[in-house]
């Protein structure tokens, strides 16, 4: 018989292949609805956001920074943050489809930059709306940043297993 077809998967890494893909698909298509919106309802969200985040600012005591803050930033902080969420489910896919993910990372690196041109492609075609090439860097900058926050907690999950199962060696 061969050796092949006697090999089991975890459940526990199909649970993970699962629950990871799942995350990244919701996220990518998050990024996208939010590119298909009509500069109008896109302006109104980050509107909302900005007065929420000032009101959230001036409570903290920060009335300054509030005074400061722009549709600009938030706009900017929005393609960074979602990106970043991209970057780190990118991470974890990687990671329960294979062990040596660090080797292989230039394939979520990849389809980072490949989802951040698509998003601004998008754009060209939504009423109201246009292309940046720096909304492409800002994309990219936010998903290296979840990819390297995925591997500090990989790297974090993994010594805290080295170290149970040392433990439970001795």
Request: proline share 2%.
């Amino acid at each position: 018989m061969d050796d092949q077809t006697n090999l089991r998967i975890n459940p526990w890494v199909v649970c993970g292949r699962i629950f990871f893909t799942f995350c990244l698909i919701l996220t990518i298509l998050f990024i996208f609805s939010n590119s298909r919106q009509i500069a109008g309802v896109s302006e109104g969200r980050s509107q909302a956001v900005l007065e929420t985040a000032q009101q959230v600012l001036t409570k903290l005591g920060q009335p300054g920074l509030a005074a400061r803050l722009t549709d600009h930033i938030i706009r900017k902080l929005g393609h960074f943050s979602e990106y970043m969420l991209e970057g780190f489910w990118l991470m974890l896919c990687l990671r329960v489809y294979t062990k040596h993910y660090f080797r292989h990372i230039s394939w979520p690196m990849l389809g980072a930059l490949l989802t951040a041109m698509c998003d601004e492609t998008i754009q060209i075609f939504t009423q109201g709306r246009s292309s940046q090439v720096t909304d492409v860097w800002i994309d990219f900058s936010g998903a290296m940043a979840g990819l390297l926050a995925a591997l500090v907690i990989l790297w974090f999950c993994s010594l805290i297993y080295a170290a149970f199962f040392a433990r439970n060696k001795e």
